[in-house]
């Protein structure tokens, strides 16, 4: 089953299993989601498009390539994740058309509501720890923008990154602040 994480922040995604999916296991998919914490989630034999293109963000038609875990946009922690043979990656986090989306201004906000959304004009932090992605996967970890379009920078944390066996890189990065 694919988790789909959509509107919402502050919450706690604990112990689920994603297995022999297209696209994505686990989502983060309009880009308000901030401050999730994924903790002991495994995703594997997770197949796609092994692409992920600008196009695609700026159509609405993304976490298509084959990845683990997709993000819209940095500001959510990943701790003792397991990835195995994600076709692109373990881990996808796509900043490039996130800037404008409304982020929840507290825990409980909806940011539909007027006054429950702010634009802090980059993407909060994300923390990655205890990862481990191996397996027929081309990159362990993909960013692309995860700040956001600004020159503003968040943090990205990462600790405990073990990646192994993939057919490409550890860690590719574009425009990381």
Known sequence: TRMSIHGTSYGLIQDNVTYKLQGSG???????????????????RIRGTNIEATMDMESGNFGHAGTGFWMRRAGN??????????????????????DDLPKPAFRG??????????SL??????????LEIYGRTRNGVWLAWPTGLTDLSSNLVFRGLRVWHTDGSGVEGYRLC
């Open 26 to 44: 686990f989502t983060t998919e309009d880009g308000s989601e901030i401050e999730n914490d994924f903790y002991r989630n495994f995703s594997g």
């Open 77 to 98: 922690t990943l701790r003792e994740n397991v990835v195995v043979n994600a076709s692109f990656a373990g881990i996808a986090i796509n900043g490039t058309s996130s």
């Open 109 to 118: 906000a909806l940011v539909s509501e007027p006054g429950e959304s702010i």
């Open 121 to 130: 004009g980059y993407n909060p932090p994300t923390s990655i720890k205890n």
